[in-house]
């Protein structure tokens, strides 16, 4: 009986041992994958995504593309801060938008002034275009190229949607935001009210 009952004592502790280091590997996974894919400036995405009606997993998926959450960036083509808005697409996006400040390129430093323009610009783009994929190249590569793209045949069969993305940078940029906004999708959820954004974790 003393047997027995040792015999069983052992198989429970093995179980309880087993279930606790999956549990422990699935918390460490949640934590890592929360660390690669962080949630930032929440005040400042929750109130331009729902001004622009965009989808804040989109916005971030773009921010951890474009500069991994670093506002001070700046890149070899002159593109600033968290969205990388270059200074002539920001001021052709001030000639879009009733500001009252007069901004100077300096301010893309600036998170709140960085992700309104940035989020304007995706809106233009995503109300443009056929795709969200299509929208995203016009994003990195510009709306002039992709216009050339998509009156090319060897690009576009119906000049509205690109089935090949001729330049690596771009296709590649395209494949991290979606990657990016899938796995957004999947560790959150996101709610706009009233330019308040509520985020939860799944």
């Known amino acids: 009986m003393r ?24 918390t460490g996974l949640r934590f890592f994958q929360e660390t690669l894919y962080p949630v930032r400036y929440e005040e400042i995405v929750g109130q331009e995504a ?43 996006l001030q000639t879009k938008m009733d500001e009252e400040e007069n901004y100077t390129v300096e301010d893309l430093y600036r998170p709140e002034v960085n992700i309104r323009y940035g989020c304007k610009l995706l809106s233009i783009l995503l109300s443009q275009y056929s795709s969200t994929e299509t929208a995203l190249c016009a994003y990195n590569a510009g709306m002039g190229r992709v216009g050339e793209w998509l ?31 899938s796995v957004y999708h999947e560790l959150y959820q996101f709610q706009l009210n009233g330019g308040v954004m509520h985020v939860e974790k799944k």
């Open 3 to 26: 047997k027995l009952c040792k015999a069983l004592l052992s198989l429970v502790l093995v179980v309880l041992l087993v279930w606790g280091g999956k549990s422990l590997l699935t």
């Open 50 to 92: 729902d001004r622009y009606h965009l989808d804040p997993a989109l916005v971030y998926a773009v921010i951890r593309a474009e500069s991994s959450f670093r506002p001070e960036v700046v890149s070899g083509k002159g593109a600033y801060g968290l969205m990388q808005i270059t200074e002539p697409t920001f001021e052709w």
């Open 151 to 181: 009156s090319d045949s060897a690009y576009s069969s119906d000049g509205v949607t690109l089935h090949t993305i001729p330049f690596p940078e771009t296709k590649n940029y395209v494949s991290a935001v979606m990657e990016n906004y």
